[in-house]
């Protein structure tokens, strides 16, 4: 009996194990990667290495392929892909992605579409549940009718063919590690997901706004107080277009209501936390003012900087192109490269285009809201969240005129639906914009291809071989009344919102200055002559760096140039610490006090990796920034807020020491500026000699690279780089430059590029992260055009995909 | 000591060929069908699937990594922080070990119970 009860005892325990090792069980909600799946060495993660000795040449047939492909791979994993057609192209795009990001691409679509908790749990429930109130899959559905009537779709439809080429025929075991660790399979990938991914891109680079931070702020300090601190133009910044002409009967009058806004603050909701730091540079020179005498082009997107990188790099050959450059993964098409001809690449405009209004519910169980007089039904639809280990989750996304209700308001009267370009854009085959770019040979064919972008809109810069060099703001930008979307304004009229795009003729665009360059940096596009209101979140310095750099110099190099976007210069610790150290001078600093002021005197203002001045400046500023915002932050945990601009800051010290919000609020004593910046200077100093002594950049802010699931151990953590937020090196802990590329346009492009990572997703691949090191010491590997396959120097793997039955 | 030695690689050899095609959990069933048919004693049905699975498991994933520009035991330990590759390839080892042991321990089991019951019907 005895023996029958511990048998039937131990199967119990052995099948309950079975079950919990194989991922079918789970204990305490905890859901554990099923150990056996992936332990076992024929099945499981062993199966994901990549092969020292793997077969030089691979063969597959398929029947999207009108002409045979082949595709070399060369020593950095980078693919050449020779095919008959753009068309051809683009399959083995999809196939090349798929096979190398497999796991990114399927994990982005899902960040897309609020679907990571299917393979997460419920740890990212609240990030699906926000991406889905923001409607990005009704966005996304939208869009999809709209293109798919129209020219270049096609390419999205052979790209996922490309990518479910690979997909459906690799064997089960090996799924991407990643996967395997998720206990999922990737699933096939589709021309609405490429869609997907454009919508998230929207999101990540154009989906904020100040909207409610500005309302909040509007109510507690009063018109004139806000006026004072936020003023709408920076005075120093240098814009990208200057002195733009446009024909003055040509100018389209916006008819929407001016300043229709809620004077409301918006209390006890803590709506939103955006991020910061995403940034770009890009430059183009004009022939003249280069030692070659051939134009030169840069471009540098500073993006939150993962692991697998968010760049993939290809070089694409057709009868009509050879094109190298990178793109966003799921997306056909090149977003930053050059061909024989032309350079082109993106930085992201600060304009605001998204808008929030109030809805003003007519029932209770809002179902009604007002506008226009009328009671007018929400639109309901109701979407489904899967979560691993867990019950699916039920949400319903509420439409209105304007768009998804966003923010649920705790008393019901502050409930705000976001009016957001990316879901009314004007119909445009979009699609095309990036392949016709890979084809472009001068300036027609740029401004042709960028005329079809919608968005998120960029400041496309471009430089051709016949020298000429411009920046166009590319995308659909509103049309708005002054002020028109700087605050929350009143969602019971129609009038209240945009409802025409400015002419893309309109947009900003400069073109072969007197200057001899061109140059972007995320600052404002148009000066103040441009006929629209034009506002948003602009960066303020490194556009005066580079207008410095490239002002001071007519003989720019390629060397130069690469240096100059490895620049750690910080113009903000240029202009402020003159003014900081001048109000030192009336202070008595004790023994321990002096060398940090002797740091800062002797500073060249440069963020390397060894300077302790870089270190103990950011801390001085911060300190300055919390002594003078109080009277703000004192609101932090109630409500969103925002606090003035740096610049604005460092124009009250040195030109209104006197400001009231010098004063501090919990001292007796009336402070000014002055008293300020000695007080945190001090503050400063005690900082570090509490947590050991001034440190070196580096070493003070390292910079993290983490994989996308944020594993350590899969990321690359402590990087030691020079740059900072305001340098044109731009990098903080964890944003960058996510892609380096410089070219000299003549005869033969000469090209040169990087990013922080490598061509393959897998972990287990010797290309996860090739790029690291060199990019960190600001180097570069060469790029160059291989019209002729024989021509590359080191061929590591090839692939041809032929039609079926050749 | 053959007796032992049988059952040791016959176990191995199986799971080497049906692990080709099968889930991992196959090892359970092979041990447990091996022992309950040749391994009267437990503790040598225990002792003889924990070893010829784990080790099988552990010299196959060893060999694997050989083939590798970079071992999966290398990435694995960067993953659960460990960097030493001794203990990420005992995770196979006694995992499959275990799981195999557990096989062929019931299988054993339910021998004897077999066993005895024809015995006692006699």
Same mark, same amino acid.
């Given at each position: ?34 150990a056996?799946?992936?332990l076992?060495?024929?099945g ?29 791979y060369?020593?950095?994993?980078v693919?050449h ?5 753009m068309?051809?192209?683009?399959f083995?795009?999809?196939?090349v992605?798929a ?5 990114q ?13 299917e393979?997460?749990?419920e740890?990212?429930?609240?990030m ?30 052979l790209?996922?063919a490309?990518?479910?080429a ?18 999922y399979?990737?699933?096939d990938?589709?021309a609405?997901?490429t869609?997907?991914?454009r919508?998230?891109?929207?999101e990540?680079?154009n989906g904020?706004?100040?909207?409610i ?10 018109r004139?107080?806000?006026?004072d ?15 733009q ?11 929407n209501?001016?300043n229709?806004?809620?004077?409301d603050t918006?209390?006890?909701q803590?709506?939103q ?5 995403i940034?770009s ?6 022939a003249k ?7 030169i ?13 968010i760049?993939?790099?290809?070089q694409?050959h057709?009868?009509k ?12 098409g ?10 082109w690449g ?32 929400v639109?309901?639809?109701?979407e489904?969240?899967k979560?691993k280990?867990?019950?699916?989750v ?18 019901g009267?502050?409930?705000?639906a ?18 016709e770019m890979?084809e ?11 005329g ?6 960029q ?5 051709s071989s ?5 920046i ?26 945009w ?11 400069i073109?072969n200055p ?16 441009y006929?629209?209101f034009?506002?948003?979140r ?9 207008d410095?750099?490239l002002?001071?110099?007519?003989d720019?190099t390629?060397?130069d ?6 620049n750690s210069f910080?113009?903000?610790a240029?202009?402020l610490?003159p ?8 202070v008595?600093?004790?023994e ?27 801390r001085w500023?911060?300190n ?8 703000i932050s004192?609101y932090?945990n ?17 030109n ?17 500026a ?9 503050d400063?100093?005690k900082?570090f ?6 440190q070196?950049?580096?070493e ?16 690359e953590?402590?990087?030691?780089t ?7 090196n ?11 590329m410089?070219?000299e346009?003549g ?9 922080p990572?490598g061509q ?6 010797k290309?996860?992260k ?6 960190s010491r600001g180097?570069?590997?060469d790029l160059?055009?291989?019209k002729d ?16 039955g050749? | 000591?053959?007796?032992?030695? !049988?059952?040791?690689? @016959? &176990?191995?050899? /199986?799971?080497l ?9 196959? %090892? ?11 391994v009267?004693?437990?503790?040598h049905?225990?002792i003889?699937?924990? !070893?010829?699975?784990? @080790? &099988?498991?552990l /010299? ?11 071992? %999966?035991a290398?990435?694995?330990g ?12 005992m995770m196979?080892f ?6 195999g042991?557990?096989g062929g ?7 004897s ?5 024809s015995?006692?019907?006699?």
């Amino acid at each position: 009996m005895l023996q029958k009860i511990s048998f039937l005892l131990l199967s119990l325990i052995t099948v309950v194990l079975t079950l919990f090792l194989n991922g079918n069980i789970s204990f305490f909600q905890q859901n554990l990667p099923p150990a056996g799946k992936l332990l076992n060495p024929f099945g499981g993660l062993w199966q994901c290495g990549e092969l020292k000795n793997t077969a030089q040449e691979e063969v597959l047939t398929n029947k999207a392929v009108t002409a045979p492909i082949k595709i070399h791979y060369d020593d950095r994993g980078v693919p050449h892909i020779y095919a008959q057609s753009m068309e051809d192209a683009i399959f083995a795009q999809g196939y090349v992605e798929a096979r190398d990001r497999a796991f990114q691409m399927d994990f982005t679509m899902r960040a897309s579409s609020g679907r990571l908790s299917e393979i997460l749990g419920e740890v990212t429930l609240g990030m699906d549940r926000r991406t889905l109130q923001r409607g990005m899959v009704s966005a996304a559905e939208k869009a999809e009718e709209m293109l798919k009537d129209l020219e270049g779709f096609h390419y999205a439809e052979l790209f996922a063919a490309g990518a479910n080429a690979y997909l459906n025929e690799r064997p089960e075991n090996t799924q991407p590690f990643e996967a395997k660790f998720l206990d999922y399979t990737i699933e096939d990938w589709s021309a609405f997901k490429t869609i997907l991914i454009r919508m998230y891109m929207s999101e990540y680079l154009n989906g904020y706004s100040d909207d409610i931070e500005n309302s909040n702020l509007l109510a507690i300090l009063g018109r004139e107080t806000f006026d004072d601190l936020f003023p709408l133009e920076n005075p120093s910044t240098v814009p990208i277009v200057r002195n733009q002409g446009i024909d003055s009967d040509s100018i389209l009058k916006a008819d929407n209501v001016k300043n229709d806004i809620v004077i409301d603050t918006f209390l006890d909701q803590i709506y939103q936390d955006p991020l910061d730091g995403i940034g770009s540079n890009n430059w183009a020179i004009n022939a003249k003012k280069t030692k070659n005498k051939r134009p030169i082009y840069s471009s540098d997107p500073h993006l939150t900087l993962n692991l697998p990188s968010i760049w993939y790099e290809m070089q694409i050959h057709t009868p009509k192109t050879s094109v190298h450059g990178v793109k966003i993964v799921g997306v056909p098409g090149l977003m930053m490269g050059f061909n024989e001809h032309v350079a082109w690449g993106e930085t992201n405009l600060g304009h605001d285009q998204t808008d929030y209004f109030t809805i003003e519910w007519i029932d209770r169980n809002k179902g009604l809201y007002r506008l226009d007089g009328e009671a007018v039904a929400v639109e309901k639809r109701i979407e489904t969240i899967k979560v691993k280990g867990q019950e699916d989750v039920v949400d319903t996304i509420y439409y209105t005129h304007w768009g998804p209700i966003t923010h649920w308001s705790n008393d019901g009267k502050h409930d705000l639906a976001m009016k957001w370009i990316i879901q009314d854009g004007t119909p445009k085959p979009e699609l095309l914009t990036f392949i016709e770019m890979m084809e472009a040979k001068h300036f027609e064919d740029y401004k042709e291809a960028t005329g079809k972008f919608i968005g998120p809109p960029q400041n496309f810069g471009f430089a051709s071989s016949t020298d000429t060099v411009a920046i166009r703001v590319n995308g659909d930008l509103p049309l708005r009344s002054e002020e028109d979307g700087r605050f929350v304004e009143k969602g019971d009229k129609r009038a209240n919102a945009w409802s025409e795009i400015i002419p893309r003729d309109q947009n900003p665009f400069i073109i072969n200055p007197d200057d001899g360059f061109v140059t972007s940096s995320n600052q404002r596009s148009a000066d103040e002559h441009y006929p629209y209101f034009y506002f948003g979140r602009f960066s303020d310095y490194r556009n005066r760096s580079l207008d410095t750099f490239l002002r001071a110099k007519s003989d720019y190099t390629l060397e130069d140039v690469a240096k100059l976007q490895y620049n750690s210069f910080s113009f903000l610790a240029y202009d402020l610490c003159p003014s900081l150290l001048d109000f030192m001078v009336e202070v008595e600093l004790n023994e321990e006090e002096k060398p940090f002021l002797d740091v800062i005197v002797s500073w060249d203002y440069y963020y390397t990796e060894e300077s302790k001045a870089a270190s103990f400046f950011e801390r001085w500023l911060r300190n300055i920034r919390n002594n003078t915002w109080d009277e703000i932050s004192q609101y932090r945990n109630r409500m969103d807020i925002r606090y003035p601009d740096t610049w604005r800051l460092v124009d009250l010290i040195k030109n209104r020491p006197d400001h009231p919000f010098f004063d501090h609020l919990s001292s007796e004593e009336k402070e000014d500026a002055g008293m300020i910046v000695r007080k945190s200077f001090k503050d400063a100093v005690k900082y570090f000699k509490q947590n050991g002594d001034l440190q070196e950049w580096a070493e003070s802010k390292p910079m993290n690279i983490y994989h996308l699931m944020r594993i350590p151990g899969l990321s690359e953590m402590n990087i030691s780089t020079p740059g900072c937020k305001n340098c044109i090196n731009a990098t903080t802990s964890t944003f960058g430059p996510s892609w380096r590329m410089i070219v000299e346009l003549g005869e033969k492009p000469i090209a040169k590029g990087i990013f922080p990572g490598g061509q393959s997703g897998n972990p287990a691949s010797k290309w996860y992260k090739t790029g690291i090191e060199k990019w960190s010491r600001g180097e570069y590997f060469d790029l160059n055009l291989y019209k002729d396959s024989k021509n590359i120097p080191v061929i590591t793997k090839s692939v041809e995909i032929k039609p079926v039955g050749q | 000591m053959r007796k032992l030695l !049988f059952p040791f690689f @016959l &176990l191995a050899i /199986l799971n080497l060929a049906l692990l080709q095609a099968l889930d991992w959990w196959t %090892i359970v069933l092979t041990a447990f069908i091996v022992c309950f048919i040749m391994v009267p004693k437990k503790s040598h049905a225990f002792i003889i699937s924990f !070893f010829s699975t784990g @080790l &099988l498991w552990l /010299l196959a994933a060893y060999i694997i990594d050989g083939g590798y520009t970079i071992p %999966i035991a290398q990435v694995l330990g960067r993953v659960v922080q460990s960097e030493s590759l001794v203990i990420i390839y005992m995770m196979p080892f006694i995992l499959g070990g275990l799981m195999g042991g557990l096989g062929g321990l019931l299988g054993s089991q339910l021998r004897s119970l077999v066993n005895k019951k024809s015995t006692s019907s006699l």
